[in-house]
C-alpha cells in the first residue's frame, strides 16, 4: 500500500508525504517519510566511430564556474506537466520525446536509436530520475545548436575514455550521477573490446 500527500509544491520540487509498506525478510514494515520530487531530466552519451564521447563546457550557476557535461537537459517545462504524467503513468513517453528534442538543441544533432542506458535515482529523501542514454546513430542538424536564453555553452569536443577518465579524477565534471554512468560506461566498452 503507497500513499501520497503533497505538502507544498513550488512549481519546481514539491514536499511529499509518502506511506509505504515493504517487504523486507519476510516481514511487512510500514513507513511514513517526507520526500522531495523534481521532475526529471536526460543525459546523452554520444559517441562516434572511434569510440569517443562528447562533451560539453558549461558555465554552471549552481557551481559559479565551468563544469564538463553530458548534453541533456529537463523532461518538462511545467512541473504540472510533470504531476499529469505522473497520474498517467506516461513519464517514459516524455523522457524518449525530450532525447531528441534536448540533443537537437543543445548539440545540433539530429539522434536515431537512443538506447537507454541507465535511471539514475538520487537517493534518500530526494526523487529525481536522470535517464541516460547511449546515441551512436546522429547526422548534423543544417540549424545548428539552438540554445536556451541562459545557457552559456563553449562548444562541445570529442573525449577519448582515457580523457574522461582523467576528467573524473580531477572533478572537472561535477555531477557526480554523470561521473559514475561514464566510469561504468567506459569499464564495460573498454572490457567488451578485449
Known sequence: MRKESSLFDNGFFEFL???????????????????????????????????QILLSKEFRYELNDWDFRLPGGKVFELFEDYKVALEHDTVMESVLQTVPKEVLEEVGLIVDNPRLLKDSKDGAGVIWDLYYFEIRDYRKSESGPQLEEDEVIHGYQWYEFDEIINMCQKNQIHEDRSVGVLLTYILKVKKWES
Do not use: Q, S, T, Y
Open 17 to 51: 508525504e509518502i506511506e509505504n509498506d515493504f517487504r523486507i525478510e519476510n516481514r511487512v514494515k510500514h513507513i511514513k517519510r517526507n520526500m522531495v520530487r523534481r521532475p526529471p531530466g536526460i543525459r546523452a552519451l554520444i559517441v562516434n566511430k572511434k569510440n
